[in-house]
């Protein structure tokens, strides 16, 4: 049964930074690339970072470009993504899946997410 449990969320102030992980299990997640997407309150879930199953690879909204950054450890099973000089904007419940599109396709799955909560 797959699984995706993320954490590392919390609140901070504005130019403060925060580390994501996802872990996976369940799925040949190795075996593919990796995203993190955000939903904010009243708002579409939207892609953040996405990165290739060997991790040589990736790539960034452009509203987080410069300022997030997504790897992974395919010995953990684990995807992280590191968000540095946080913005209010930012504020949002993080999730991980596989295979990212953006804007995000309909999964079957998503897992329970993180709140990252960015005062000003």
């Known amino acids: 049964q797959e699984q995706l449990v993320e954490s590392g969320g919390g609140l901070v102030q504005a130019g403060e930074s925060l580390r994501l992980s996802c872990a996976a299990s369940?799925?040949?997640?190795?075996?593919?690339?990796m995203g993190w997407f955000r939903q904010a309150p009243g708002k579409e879930r939207e892609f953040v970072a996405a990165i290739s199953s060997s991790g040589n690879m990736t790539y960034c909204a452009a509203s987080v470009k410069g300022r997030f950054t997504i790897s992974r450890d395919n010995a953990k099973n684990t995807v992280y993504l590191q968000m540095n000089n946080l913005k209010p904007e930012d504020t949002a419940v993080y999730y991980c899946n596989i295979n990212p599109t953006d804007p995000p396709k309909e999964y079957d799955y998503w897992g329970q997410g993180t709140q990252v909560t960015v005062s000003s």
């Open positions: 369940g799925h040949t997640y190795n075996n593919h690339a």
